[in-house]
């Protein structure tokens, strides 16, 4: 009898043994499916990355075209405004010039009295 529970025992440790082995297995592949499924993710990650980088490098291209096309005219109605305006002072200049003067050194006597 001793001989069948030397065997019984053999067996049960031959059996833990393998056991562990299948567990250890077990292990690994979760291990490496992990590490894949975590790398699979990060690729993922990366292609949706660019995709949206391009997508939002596309919308500011072509919305910076249209604000640089109307500062671009803004900028232009503002010089023919400048212009103008420089036009208007330089076209009356001798005038205003001579009113101001006649207007400082002319007393008149309303003017006088109100001070």
């Known amino acids: 009898m001793s001989a069948q529970k030397s065997a019984g025992i053999q067996l049960l440790l031959d ?3 393998e056991a562990t082995k299948i567990v ?3 292990r690994e592949y979760r291990t490496k499916r992990v590490r894949e499924a975590r790398d699979e993710a990060k690729k993922e ?11 939002f490098k ?4 072509e919305h910076t075209q249209g604000n640089q096309a109307a ?3 803004a900028n232009r109605e503002a010089e023919e405004r400048i212009r103008e305006i420089k036009e208007a002072g330089n076209k009356n200049r001798e005038q205003v ?3 101001l003067l006649h207007a ?3 007393p008149t006597p ?3 009295a109100a001070h």
């Open 15 to 17: 059996a833990e043994r």
């Open 24 to 26: 250890q297995k077990a």
């Open 45 to 55: 990650i990366e292609a949706y990355k660019a995709q949206k980088e391009a997508e």
């Open 58 to 61: 596309k919308f500011e291209a």
């Open 71 to 73: 500062q671009e005219e």
């Open 97 to 99: 010039i001579k009113d």
């Open 104 to 106: 400082v050194f002319t």
């Open 110 to 112: 309303e003017a006088m």
